[in-house]
């Protein structure tokens, strides 16, 4: 692990330590990525599902990778997410949709277990997203008959079991690898805090 950078002046907040555990992730979901698969980190509050994924993002080629976080909670329903996923395509050709060419879009599906269940047990964004994974279309929906392709699009997400529903649709899952993310051990937290602190009575004595 490397020390912490004594001329930092940003907000603690906003500073990423990496660990075993998150480099390892990170190599993951950059295989994942280049071969075209999406990945489902799942985890309780403070394990860096999130961050992991975002960190990603910030350091790919911009020129290569374009990104979209999607928050979900308990109020996204399939229109409200159809939305999102069509204002970030472009039209290619006839009715088919896409990144500029050459590109990849990755959308990020934060939360992804939270939309309320319906009376059939469904969500029905998660049931928008298995359509795309699937078929690789999204419906006109004030005329049925029109079919909108998308191309070069994929999705990675994140959950908590302990928030929304503990479970996700399996016909959704089964596109994803699932990844689990564990609590940070106490050592690593004890090695990263103790830099920190360190650093700042150090600071106060000066």
């Keep these: 692990m490397a020390p912490f950078d004594k001329t930092y002046e940003g907000l603690y907040i906003n500073i990423i330590v990496p660990t075993a555990d998150t480099t390892r992730q990170k ?15 799942v985890g309780t509050a403070g394990t860096g599902k ?4 975002k960190n990603y993002f910030n350091q790919v080629d911009p020129e290569v990778i374009v ?15 159809q ?11 006839g009715n088919n949709y896409g990144p500029q060419p050459g590109r990849t879009l990755i959308y990020f599906m934060d939360d992804v277990n939270m939309p ?15 359509q795309i994974l699937d078929y690789g279309l999204v419906y006109n929906r004030d005329k ?11 999705f990675t997400a994140c959950m908590n079991p302990k928030s929304g529903s503990f479970n996700i649709d399996i016909r959704l899952s089964r596109h994803f690898t699932l990844v689990s993310c564990l609590t940070t051990e106490r050592e690593i937290l004890k090695t990263i805090y103790f ?4 650093n700042h009575y150090e600071t106060m004595d000066k």
Excluded: W
């Design 144 to 154: 049925l008959a029109l079919q909108m392709y998308l191309h070069d699009v994929m």
């Design 195 to 198: 830099q920190i602190l360190n």
């Design 27 to 41: 190599f993951l979901l950059d295989l994942h990525v280049r071969a075209r698969k999406g990945m489902l980190f």
């Design 67 to 81: 990104n979209q976080s999607i928050s979900m909670n308990s109020y996204t329903d399939s229109a409200a997410l």
């Design 83 to 93: 939305v999102v996923i069509e204002s970030q395509v472009d039209k290619l050709s």
């Design 116 to 130: 309320k269940l319906d009376k059939y047990f469904t969500q029905s964004p998660i049931c928008l997203v298995r």
């Design 50 to 53: 999130s961050i992991i994924i």
